[in-house]
C-alpha cells in the first residue's frame, strides 16, 4: 500500500511541478493565436472547452493500454511501479506535451510533419510510411478486441464479423464527419467513466482488504513465469507502453492541438491526460498484483486464459462491485478501445491528407482516403490478433523514440539549454526498441549476449550523432 500510495504521489507531483518547468522551456504564450482560431474550418479545426478536449485527448491515447498493458506488466511485479511512474513523469509526458505544442506551434501539423521539419525530408517519407502503418495496426487492434469480446456476449448468429462490421461503420462515421459532431460529443462521456471505473475498482480493491504487494528488496526481482524469455528489460518496456510512454499519443495530440483555444490550456490536456493514463495504469497493475492473492497466482491465471486479460477486466470488475462492475467491464474492454481506434483511422486520414496535399473540408476529399484505408484495415483484421499486437506494441515504442528525438533536436535548434529533458528517456528508448526487435520472438529471436550488446550500439551511435549534431549548432 505504501508503494502504491508513493507512486501516486510522484504521478500528482509530476503534474504540479515538472509540466510548469515545461511550460517555461516551450515558453508559452496566451496570447498567440493558436490553429483552431487562425484555420478554423469546422471539420477538423474546431476550437473546444479545455474540459471536453481534456477528456477525448485522454480517451484518444488510452484505449486497451493502460488497462491491458498494465495487467500484463504485472507479471514482472512490483518493479512495474517504477516503469509506470519514471515512464509516465519524465518520458511519457515529455514526449505528449511536446509532440502535442509542436503541432500547436506548426498549425497543427501531423507528427510526421514535425519529424521533417527536424529530422529531414527523408525522415519524414519514412516516418509517414511508418505512422500510416501505425495507425492502421491500432484501428485494427480496437477492432479485433472488441469485437472478438462482442461475439462472445451475444448470440452466436452475431459472430465476429457482424460485430467487425458494425464497428466498422461507426469508424467510418466518424472519421468522416466533423470532430465535434460525434467524437466532440460522446468522446467526454466514457473519458469520465473510464476514470471512474479506475478510482471506484481501487476503493472497492482498499475496502474489502486486499494487500497491494510493496517495492521492497524481496520483491525487487523478475516475477515473470518465463524469466528467460522475458527479462525486465526490454519487454516490460515494451509491454507498459500506454501507461508510460506512447508513440501513438503522439499521432493523437495533433487532433486536440487543433481544437485548443489558449497555448497555456496544453500542460493541461497533453501532460495532464498523460497523467491521468498513468493513474489508471498504476490502479490496474496494483489490481492485478493483489486480487488473485499474488504476483504468482496472477501469472498462473494469465497462464490459464491464454493471456487474456479481458478475462481478468471481467472477473475484477463483477467480483468487486457486482452488476455495476459488469457494466463498468464493458466499457473498459469495449468501448474505450474502439474510441481509441476511431481516431487512429481519423489521424491516418489526416496524416495521408498533409502528405498528398488534399483538403479535407469537402466530403468527397475524405472519402478518396478512407474507403482504401478501411478496405486495407478490414483485410487485416483477418489476421491473428496476438501476431498484430505483438507488431504494433514494438512499432509503437519505435515511433515514441523517433519523436522523441524529433524534440531533443528542436531543443538544440532552439538554443535551449535543457535538450537533456528529452536526450536522457531517447536514449534509453533506443535502447528498448534496438534490443526488443533482436530479442522478441516476432523480431530476430537472437541470444541476450547479442541483442544486448546490438542495442546498445545503435545507441552509442546514435548518441554520438547527436553530439556532432549539437557541435554543429553551436551547444
Known amino acids: 500500500m505504501i508503494t502504491f500510495l508513493i507512486s501516486l504521489a510522484i504521478l500528482l507531483a509530476g503534474y504540479i511541478f515538472y509540466s510548469r518547468f515545461l511550460d517555461k522551456v516551450m515558453k508559452v504564450d496566451a496570447g498567440r493565436p493558436t490553429p483552431s482560431i487562425t484555420l478554423n474550418d469546422g471539420i477538423d479545426y474546431v476550437p473546444m472547452p479545455l474540459w471536453r478536449v481534456y477528456l477525448i485527448q485522454f480517451l484518444n491515447i488510452a ?254 470488475s463483477n467480483s468487486l462491485l457486482g452488476n455495476f462492475g459488469a457494466v463498468l467491464a464493458v466499457l473498459g474492454v469495449v468501448a474505450a478501445p474502439i474510441t481509441s481506434g476511431d481516431t487512429a483511422f481519423r489521424s491516418a486520414r489526416l496524416t495521408i491528407a498533409d502528405l498528398v496535399k488534399t483538403p479535407q473540408k469537402l466530403i468527397r476529399n475524405r472519402l478518396i482516403i478512407i474507403i482504401p484505408l478501411f478496405t486495407v484495415g478490414f483485410l487485416l483484421t483477418r489476421i491473428n490478433f496476438d501476431v498484430i499486437w505483438r507488431y504494433f506494441a514494438w512499432a509503437n515504442q519505435t515511433l515514441a523514440t523517433v519523436v522523441l528525438w524529433t524534440i531533443t533536436v528542436y531543443l538544440v535548434n532552439t538554443k535551449s539549454r535543457f535538450y537533456f529533458i528529452t536526450l536522457i528517456p531517447s536514449i534509453f528508448m533506443t535502447a528498448v526498441v534496438t534490443s526488443y526487435i533482436m530479442l522478441a520472438p516476432e523480431g530476430f529471436a537472437l541470444s541476450k549476449t547479442i541483442s544486448y550488446s546490438t542495442g546498445l550500439a545503435v545507441t552509442m551511435i546514435s548518441f554520438i550523432l547527436f553530439l556532432f549534431f549539437r557541435k554543429k549548432h553551436g551547444q
Open 63 to 316: 484505449g486497451l493500454g493502460p488497462i491491458f498493458g498494465a495487467i500484463a506488466g504485472a507479471m514482472w511485479g512490483p518493479v512495474a511501479f517504477l516503469w509506470i511512474i519514471f515512464g509516465t513523469v519524465f518520458a511519457g509526458g515529455v514526449h505528449d506535451y511536446f509532440s502535442g505544442m509542436l503541432s500547436v506551434r506548426h498549425d497543427g501539423k501531423s507528427i510526421n510533419e514535425i519529424i521533417g521539419i527536424y529530422l529531414g525530408k527523408y525522415a519524414k517519407q519514412i516516418m509517414t510510411l511508418f505512422t500510416i502503418i501505425l495507425l492502421i495496426l491500432v484501428g485494427v487492434v480496437f477492432i479485433s478486441g472488441p469485437a472478438g469480446l462482442l461475439a462472445g456476449l451475444t448470440p452466436t448468429s452475431l459472430d465476429f464479423t457482424f460485430w467487425v462490421w458494425v464497428i466498422f461503420v461507426y469508424y467510418i462515421l466518424a472519421t468522416l464527419l466533423p470532430i465535434d459532431k460525434i467524437i466532440g460529443k460522446i468522446y467526454p462521456i466514457f473519458g469520465f467513466a473510464l476514470i471512474f471505473m479506475a478510482i471506484s475498482l481501487i476503493i472497492a480493491l482498499l475496502v474489502q482488504g486486499y494487500q497491494i504487494p510493496e517495492l521492497n528488496a524481496e520483491n525487487f526481482r523478475n516475477f515473470h513465469y518465463d524469466k528467460e524469455r522475458f527479462p525486465i528489460f526490454p519487454m516490460l518496456f515494451i509491454t507498459i507502453a500506454c501507461g508510460a510512454i506512447s508513440g501513438f499519443h503522439a499521432t493523437q495530440s495533433p487532433l486536440m492541438a487543433r481544437c485548443l483555444k489558449n497555448e497555456k490550456e496544453g500542460r493541461k490536456v497533453f501532460y495532464g491526460a498523460m497523467v491521468t493514463e498513468g493513474v489508471v495504469a498504476l490502479i490496474w497493475a496494483a489490481i492485478s498484483m493483489s486480487f488473485f492473492g499474488s504476483v504468482d497466482k496472477l501469472n498462473e491465471v494469465m497462464i490459464a486464459q491464454n493471456g487474456n486479460a479481458a478475462w481478468v477486466v471481467n472477473k475484477v
